[in-house]
């Protein structure tokens, strides 16, 4: 799937095709910029030192985009996600009180998803977080991109709530 075509005339973005991958054993799928390519270890560890990194990591080519998803040991129904989603906001806010924490938002696909968009590194960043329910467990993914490329990134994320789904798909 292309979303933007640079050549196209009036475009301002850059090209981005989409490409279909499977998370946590197929019970999370969906689709992701193509350019998007896995982080290596090492530079892993320089941008999420701590032990529990999230499972996947992605970046694009100059590493200003990342995108992560991970699952964390607590259950979670869908019916609960968008709470679960208020909680995580007001968690960010609370542990940052002069960051800017964005409301949340609810997408309702194939997957329930709550979402909310932060400040990240003075603002020069936004940073999405979105939660979903997977195989009755908590699911979490980010999107941190640079504030210039905000209007390509909302479609992009769009695009990213509308294609995931679970086992089926595949």
């Not at 030192?49 to 996947?56: D, H, I, Q, S």
């Not at 905000?150 to 709530?161: G, N, P, R, S, T």
Request: overall charge negative; glycine content about 8%.
């Amino acid at each position: 799937m292309i979303l933007f075509k640079e050549e196209e005339e009036g475009c301002l973005q850059d090209t981005v095709k989409m490409k279909q991958i499977s998370l946590f054993h197929g019970h999370v799928i969906l689709s992701i910029p193509e350019k998007m390519e896995e982080m290596e270890e090492p530079e892993k560890s320089i941008y999420y030192p701590y032990r529990e990194k999230p499972e996947y990591i992605w970046k694009n080519a100059g590493g200003d985009v990342q995108m992560t998803f991970q699952q964390l040991p607590k259950s979670l129904s869908k019916e609960q996600v968008y709470d679960a989603a208020i909680a995580a906001a007001h968690l960010m806010k609370k542990n940052d009180p002069g960051r800017k924490v964005g409301r949340v938002h609810c997408f309702i696909g194939e997957k329930v998803i709550g979402w909310f968009i932060m400040d990240l590194h003075g603002g020069k960043k936004k940073h999405v977080k979105f939660i979903m329910e997977a195989d009755g467990c908590f699911t979490m993914g980010t999107m941190t991109y640079p504030v210039a490329d905000q209007e390509k990134w909302a479609v992009v994320m769009e695009c990213i709530y509308s294609s995931i789904g679970g086992e089926k798909k595949l």
